[in-house]
């Protein structure tokens, strides 16, 4: 079948933009059954088996662009590794778990998540870190860029909000490498979040600021979570760029292998998401959009939202599972 955005709209894959939700849920409960047990290779594992086995079986043919890595060091769902029983060819960025130590430590906001986008349209980049800028839909294009500093960043986002400054808060990640960024956010008045891991949840969560108080997203995180973040943002709306870090000649050689030869280069998401797409995520542990996976004696129930850049659709998912159902994928 041919892999244009055209096909996308066909029936078949109408069915997909749901069928998709599944997959992400299969590895939700797969993770949360292994919720703070300490042990992030056990819970990544399972949550790799659940989406993989459910891949498997949906009528697509699939080719993962953004994986667990590259085939030598993944032995499941490594980039290039094709899934499905056939069907439309399509492009597969995922993530089995996004947070694989908060999932350990039973914190907020671990996920599942999936992107399906008509094949050729992702950006393939290396698992190399990326810094990236991202705020919510309903703002002019270009108000916030990284070719500008951390304060012209947030005064513009606050003028466009039309609050003062000292109202905005940003999410980034704490780690020592936004010790700099971090000083520069406070010295604005801007509020921070400081989030221990998971940066595609940290970008979703600027497209809801009302719901979860983050209005921008900035900071250096996984090049390829910041494609599946790219995926949200396309479906949702809001903007969001990404710049590699190629700091050693061995990354821009791995760059420079997948065509992106400037290491300077700021990704625009029309750069990183160049067609329609659908993404899925499903709630792991209790976050700010989405909550965990419960356990109750005769179910388990999953909390989703499934996205279609195609007609703007966001489902907010509650699926009851039958728990001899839920745990035997
Ligand atoms: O932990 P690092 O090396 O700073 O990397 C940041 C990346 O790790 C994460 O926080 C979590 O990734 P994992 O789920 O693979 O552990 C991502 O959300 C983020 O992009």
């Known amino acids: 079948?041919?892999?244009?955005?055209?096909?996308?709209?066909?029936?078949?894959?109408?069915?997909?933009?749901?069928?998709?939700?599944?997959?992400?849920?299969?590895?939700?409960?797969?993770?949360?059954?292994?919720?703070?047990?300490?042990?992030?290779?056990?819970?990544?594992?399972?949550?790799?088996?659940?989406?993989?086995?459910?891949?498997?079986?949906?009528?697509?043919?699939?080719?993962?662009?953004?994986?667990?890595?590259?085939?030598?060091?993944?032995?499941?769902?490594?980039v290039g590794e094709r899934l499905g029983l056939g069907g439309p060819e399509v492009d597969l960025a995922?993530?089995?778990?996004?947070?694989?130590?908060?999932?350990?430590?039973?914190?907020p906001n671990a996920l599942t998540v999936i992107a399906v986008a008509a094949r050729g349209s992702l950006l393939v980049v290396p698992d190399v870190y990326m810094e990236k800028i991202a705020i919510g839909p309903g703002y002019a294009e270009g108000i916030v860029g990284l070719d500008r500093t951390p304060r012209q960043n947030i005064e513009a986002l606050a003028r466009a909000?039309?609050?003062?400054?000292?109202?905005?808060?940003?999410?980034?990640?704490?780690?020592?490498?936004?010790?700099?960024?971090?000083?520069?956010?406070?010295?604005?008045?801007?509020?921070?979040?400081?989030?221990?891991?998971?940066?595609?949840?940290?970008?979703?969560?600027?497209?809801?600021?009302?719901s979860t108080g983050i209005d921008i997203y900035m900071g250096i995180g996984g090049a390829p979570e910041g494609v599946l973040a790219a995926a949200a943002i396309r479906c949702t709306g809001g903007?969001?760029?990404?710049?590699?870090?190629?700091?050693?000649?061995?990354?821009?050689?791995?760059?420079?292998?997948?065509?992106?030869?400037?290491?300077?280069?700021?990704?625009?998401?029309?750069?990183?998401?160049?067609?329609?797409?659908?993404f899925a995520a499903s709630g792991v542990t209790d976050g700010n959009l989405l909550d965990g996976v419960r356990f109750y004696a005769s179910r388990t129930v999953t909390h989703s939202l499934v996205m279609d850049s195609r007609n703007g659709t966001l489902r907010d998912m509650r699926t009851r599972h039958l728990t001899s159902t839920a745990s035997d994928s």
Do not use: F
């Open 94 to 107: 995922l993530d089995p778990l996004e947070g694989t130590t908060i999932c350990a430590k039973s914190l």
């Open 161 to 210: 909000k039309g609050v003062p400054v000292d109202r905005i808060t940003a999410c980034i990640l704490d780690r020592p490498r936004h010790a700099k960024l971090i000083e520069d956010i406070r010295a604005t008045g801007a509020a921070i979040r400081l989030i221990g891991d998971g940066d595609v949840a940290g970008v979703i969560h600027t497209t809801d600021p009302e």
């Open 1 to 78: 079948m041919a892999s244009d955005v055209s096909k996308l709209s066909d029936p078949l894959d109408r069915v997909l933009s749901v069928e998709i939700a599944r997959v992400t849920e299969r590895a939700a409960v797969a993770a949360a059954m292994l919720r703070g047990r300490g042990d992030e290779r056990a819970a990544d594992q399972a949550a790799v088996d659940a989406m993989r086995r459910e891949l498997q079986a949906m009528a697509i043919d699939g080719t993962v662009v953004v994986g667990e890595g590259e085939r030598d060091d993944a032995p499941m769902l490594y």
């Open 239 to 278: 903007q969001i760029q990404g710049r590699l870090q190629l700091n050693t000649g061995e990354k821009r050689n791995r760059a420079d292998k997948l065509g992106l030869t400037d290491p300077e280069r700021i990704y625009k998401l029309s750069d990183m998401v160049r067609g329609e797409v659908i």
